[in-house]
């Protein structure tokens, strides 16, 4: 049986071993010829589709920036590696249509492939980090400790710490991708501007063939460079495939399986590619060159253009699981709303009901956590925390006017109720809040303010270690109102816009994953 797979193997390897003769002619032949009209053709139509395809798909997801799929995935590192992925992809292509530089192959090796895996990697870190963060945010709320302002004469922001951490988040995945750029572009053009062989071997400026540079291997000594990163791509890529498994992700085909797979891929390719260059080169000074060629691994090699043809594979898959998918995402989850939209259980009021039921939020939550959004549902956690605030001090202050003593409101112990609301949100007994009412225009009474300026530095502050996407308008409107004239009912505006986030994001997984149990 073995002998039988061998034999059918050999069957598509032809694994004849190539005379010196065969070599040089090898060497000499590139594929900007007659000989390879045909394939030509094809690379040609392929690079006007892939072209049209990215750009068409780059604008849309662009246009969908707002959207909170593509907010989950970070817009701005996304939307700058498919820019990435399509110019490198032009100038993988173009080589198979025209003469080029051999210096546009170094840019795209040296350059565009690092930057490339290096938001690649940076994305794949996002994901690892702001996962475990989501799960600490809901952790350290509540064990948060409140600063009395009436025992301190100012107001500490609370949870600090979680802001500090986020911004060496945001601090740790810059570095990891500026850093390694600059010095790659740094070493590249050091190479060219000291080592007169490589300007020689690889010219800027000179039109050639780049299939007989590949197969001769010329300006090696500049490619030393994609070697290196590419030995700790594979090492980072190893390791964050290992850390992405232990990530919990509500989506089967969202960010963790975009990240997982590609790093799957690009290892794969990476293995490919190192064997194919080993048994194929056929000129090199960084390693020995195999002196018994078979001609099954130089057709490979001039088949995928020196390898180029797996990694821009690699790249068009990228592509598709960073560009094209969440925007089909976003249009699949539209129609889906739309289909279902008669539906009762899907109307915003039937998810105010499930916002009062704290079992329910605390399933909310755990789904927040894998979408890293978990901020929303602390903050109707927290909203709700304050209406019972108010609620509470109401019933002291009847009770103080009742009794005709204003002790009963100035001596109570709002910190201590506060803290046994946010220690018990999860076992909330207190009812739903449609129990309570109030009059959003009333003052803040000075006994509870604290803590309303406290929830501002939590979720409504730019620098907040859990902000909020609110709109600007409801941004400025708080501030002020804060800061001037602080109503009870000022983050009414911005519980509106969490709510409505919260129902066209992570219900329809919630309704998904519990539908059958709810009727």
């Known amino acids: 049986m073995v002998k039988n797979l061998f034999n059918n193997l050999c069957l598509f390897f032809n694994s004849t071993i190539v005379s010196k003769e065969e070599l040089d002619e090898y060497a000499r032949t590139g594929f900007l010829t007659d000989t390879f009209i045909v394939e030509r053709s094809i690379y040609l139509f392929l690079f006007f589709f892939i072209s049209i395809i990215t750009v068409t798909f780059l604008i849309i997801f662009y246009k969908l920036r707002n959207s909170y799929i593509i907010h989950q995935r970070n817009f701005g590192l996304t939307f700058t590696e498919g820019i990435f992925i399509s110019i490198d992809l032009f100038i993988i292509f173009l080589p198979q249509l025209t003469e080029v530089p051999c210096f546009l192959t170094v840019i795209s090796a040296n350059i565009l492939n690092t930057i490339i895996n290096l938001i690649f990697l940076t994305r794949s870190l996002r994901v690892i980090l702001f996962y475990h963060y989501?799960?600490?945010?809901?952790?350290?709320?509540?064990?948060?400790?409140?600063?009395?302002?009436?025992?301190?004469?100012?107001?500490?922001?609370?949870?600090?710490?979680?802001?500090?951490?986020?911004?060496?988040?945001?601090?740790?995945?810059?570095?990891?991708?500026?850093?390694p750029s600059l010095i790659a572009i740094a070493v590249t053009f050091l190479i060219y501007l000291i080592d007169s062989e490589v300007r020689k071997d690889c010219p800027i400026w000179k039109l050639e063939d780049t299939m007989i540079s590949f197969k001769n291997n010329k300006?090696?000594?500049?490619?030393?460079?994609?070697?290196?990163?590419?030995?700790?791509?594979?090492?980072?890529?190893?390791?964050?495939?290992?850390?992405?498994?232990?990530?919990?992700?509500?989506?089967?085909?969202?960010?963790?399986?975009?990240?997982l797979s590609v790093s799957i891929m690009t290892l794969a390719f990476n293995i490919i590619n190192i064997i194919l260059q080993k048994n194929a080169t056929i000129k090199s000074t960084y390693f020995d060159i195999n002196e018994n060629i078979r001609r099954g691994f130089l057709d490979i090699y001039e088949k995928t253009k020196g390898g180029k043809m797996f990694f821009s594979f690699n790249l068009m898959y990228m592509f598709f699981t960073s560009i094209i998918l969440p925007v089909i995402h976003y249009y699949r989850n539209k129609l889906s709303k739309n289909i279902y939209f008669q539906d009762p259980m899907n109307s915003l009021q039937y998810f105010y009901k499930l916002l009062n039921t704290p079992s329910l939020v605390s399933e909310l939550?755990?789904?927040?956590?894998?979408?890293?959004?978990?901020?929303?549902?602390?903050?109707?956690?927290?909203?709700?925390?304050?209406?019972?605030?108010?609620?509470?001090?109401?019933?002291e202050y009847n009770k103080a006017k009742e009794f005709r003593d204003e002790r009963i409101v100035t001596q109570y112990d709002f910190e201590n109720y506060y803290f046994q609301q946010l220690q018990g949100n999860n076992n909330n007994s207190d009812g739903s809040m449609d129990n309570y009412s109030y009059d959003p225009n009333m003052p803040i009474p000075d006994e509870i303010l604290p803590y309303f300026?406290?929830?501002?530095?939590?979720?409504?502050?730019?620098?907040?270690?859990?902000?909020?996407?609110?709109?600007?308008?409801?941004?400025?409107?708080?501030?002020?109102?804060?800061?001037?004239?602080?109503t009870i009912g000022v983050y009414d505006s911005a519980k509106n816009e969490v709510v409505e986030m919260m129902y066209n994001s992570i219900y329809p997984i919630f309704l998904k994953n519990n539908k059958q149990s709810l009727y």
């Open 453 to 486: 300026t406290s929830f501002y530095y939590m979720f409504i502050d730019y620098n907040s270690p859990d902000v909020v996407n609110i709109s600007g308008t409801s941004e400025r409107q708080i501030y002020n109102e804060i800061c001037f004239n602080p």
């Open 365 to 395: 939550r755990e789904i927040a956590i894998k979408e890293f959004s978990v901020e929303n549902v602390l903050f109707w956690e927290n909203y709700q925390i304050l209406q019972k605030m108010v609620n509470k001090y109401y019933i």
């Open 219 to 259: 300006g090696e000594k500049v490619y030393i460079v994609v070697i290196i990163f590419g030995f700790f791509f594979m090492t980072f890529n190893f390791i964050f495939a290992i850390l992405l498994i232990n990530v919990k992700d509500v989506n089967k085909y969202g960010v963790k399986f975009e990240c």
């Open 134 to 179: 989501n799960i600490f945010k809901v952790t350290s709320i509540s064990k948060k400790k409140y600063n009395n302002p009436r025992k301190e004469n100012i107001i500490h922001e609370p949870n600090n710490y979680l802001h500090l951490l986020s911004k060496k988040i945001k601090i740790v995945t810059a570095l990891f991708i500026i850093i």
